[in-house]
């Protein structure tokens, strides 16, 4: 595993942040109606704690910041953000089409998209580090 | 561009410098882990990149990297 914080930071934040994404999603549905309204404050602390902690370990460790931005990195970075995309753009035609024929509510399908707009670059820039293709 | 191979002879480029991975990594700027995928021919670096890596070892571009047709 790799020693520069600024990668341990990108890899932790990004898995933080799908865990507690589908733990929400999970507890939504396991719960419906009683699901606890903390989860997007949750979701939010991790998110803005990833940030910062981002942001302190970049200002801290410029070398290995540049070492954590090279260009192979940046690539599975693109590839991600692309791949976000594209998830967010299949759901919502997806959610799109069973609102049209009225087998979702929607605003049920305004709350099923955030996570796939939240998680879907994180799990394909995982997935990259799991392929050996990031760090 | 199908048809043409990438022929990468960084690893032992590398070895004979005496460094390792992570010491050429950190030499010039890019991660460890960029350094292995170049040498497992996974990942093809930029022109830069590549000109980074020859310089730092002291041989040419060409004696890194070669089209295998």
């Not at chain 1, 600024?6 to 994404?21: D, Q, S």
């Not at chain 1, 955030?114 to 760090?135: C, D, N």
């Not at chain 2, 590549?50 to 990297?65: I, N, P, Q, T, Y």
Request: charged letters at 10%; glycine letters at 6%; zero cysteines.
């Amino acid at each position: 595993m790799t020693r520069n914080p600024v990668n341990l930071i990108r890899l932790f934040g990004n898995a933080a942040l799908v865990l507690v994404v589908s733990a929400a999603m999970a507890a939504a549905l396991l719960h419906r109606q009683d699901v606890w309204t903390g989860w997007p404050w949750l979701i939010g602390a991790v998110a803005l704690g990833y940030a910062a902690l981002s942001v302190w370990a970049h200002l801290r460790y410029p070398r290995a910041a540049e070492a954590a931005w090279d260009e192979q990195n940046a690539v599975a970075h693109q590839a991600s953000l692309a791949f976000g995309y594209w998830a967010v753009m299949a759901v919502f035609l997806g959610l799109f089409g069973l609102v049209l024929a009225g087998l979702t509510d929607p605003a049920a399908a305004f709350f099923l998209i955030a996570p796939v707009l939240a998680i879907a670059p994180s799990l394909h820039f995982l997935w990259s580090v799991l392929r050996g293709r990031a760090e | 561009m199908t048809g043409v191979r990438l022929v990468v002879a960084l690893r032992a480029h590398r070895s004979a410098a005496g460094l390792t991975q992570a010491d050429l990594a950190d030499a010039v700027g890019v991660s460890r882990k960029t350094i292995n995928t170049i040498e497992n021919g996974i990942f093809v670096p930029s022109t830069i990149l590549a000109l980074r890596l020859a310089r730092h070892l002291g041989v040419s571009v060409h004696e890194l990297f070669a089209l295998l047709d």
